[in-house]
T-cell receptor
Framework: DGGITQSPKYLFRKEGQNVTLSCEQN?????MYWYRQDPGQGLRLIYY???????QKGDIAEGYSVSREKKESFPLTVTSAQKNPTAFYLC?????????????FGPGTRLTVL | AQSVTQLDSQVPVFEEAPVELRCNYS??????LFWYVQYPNQGLQLLLK??????LVKGINGFEAEFNKSQTSFHLRKPSVHISDTAEYFC????????????FGQGTTLQVKP
């Protein structure tokens, strides 16, 4: 069953802690993305990766870090430097091509800072 | 730079009535356009997309959208809504470049009443 999985579904963090959100895909997509969603707002791009061992900052990268050691995996670390990390985090992967260019999303992780 | 404006934050409608969710975009280059739906505490599901070709695009669940280049719009329509269509709807634009980055609108909440 192909798709994108994110874990955990809910995550609680104390202030000052780093946490890592998992994103895995078995769609054989090269490109992967992390977005942040806040209530009443659209999604904002945090980081993206177009190929293994390479990634670029999105619009709101401060306080976040990523790695892309495997094609299937693109974990996101929310560091203590992120001032307001409580949000819903969505991972996506992308099928590329002139007639198929589309991002597909995982189910999301809701992070709450206590 | 690109931007997306969803003109209505909330759209209440009675069951079996038609609905239109409005989306305008700005871009100086060719674009790809997308509509996604999000149910509470879930990820985004692709409804439909415009990459090229026919400007009238049909998607899942009876939705369709029309790409209007002169008015820079991509409005979403459904002739008869169901209670199950109650959800958040997001319009997104990509600049059709290799990065595939999406810019999202703020979202429109469709509330279908019995």
């Amino acid at each position: 069953d192909g798709g994108i999985t994110q874990s955990p579904k809910y995550l609680f963090r104390k202030e000052g802690q780093n946490v890592t959100l998992s994103c895995e895909q078995n769609l054989n997509h090269d490109a992967m993305y992390w977005y942040r969603q806040d209530p009443g707002q659209g999604l904002r791009l945090i980081y993206y990766s177009q190929i293994v061992n390479d990634f670029q900052k999105g619009d709101i990268a401060e306080g976040y870090s990523v790695s892309r050691e495997k094609k299937e995996s693109f974990p996101l670390t929310v560091t203590s430097a992120q001032k307001n990390p409580t949000a819903f985090y969505l991972c996506a992967s992308r099928t590329q091509g002139a007639s198929t260019d589309t991002q597909y999303f995982g189910p999301g992780t809701r992070l709450t800072v206590l | 730079a690109q931007s997306v404006t969803q003109l209505d934050s909330q759209v209440p409608v009675f069951e079996e009535a038609p609905v239109e969710l409005r989306c305008n975009y700005s871009s100086s280059v060719s674009v790809y356009l997308f509509w996604y739906v999000q149910y509470p505490n879930q990820g985004l599901q692709l409804l439909l997309k415009y990459l090229s070709g026919s400007t009238l695009v049909k998607g899942i669940n009876g939705f369709e959208a029309e790409f209007n280049k002169s008015q820079t719009s991509f409005h979403l329509r459904k002739p008869s809504v169901h209670i199950s269509d109650t959800a958040e709807y997001f319009c997104a634009v990509s600049d059709a470049s290799n990065t595939g980055k999406l810019i999202f609108g703020q979202g429109t909440t469709l509330q279908v009443k019995p």
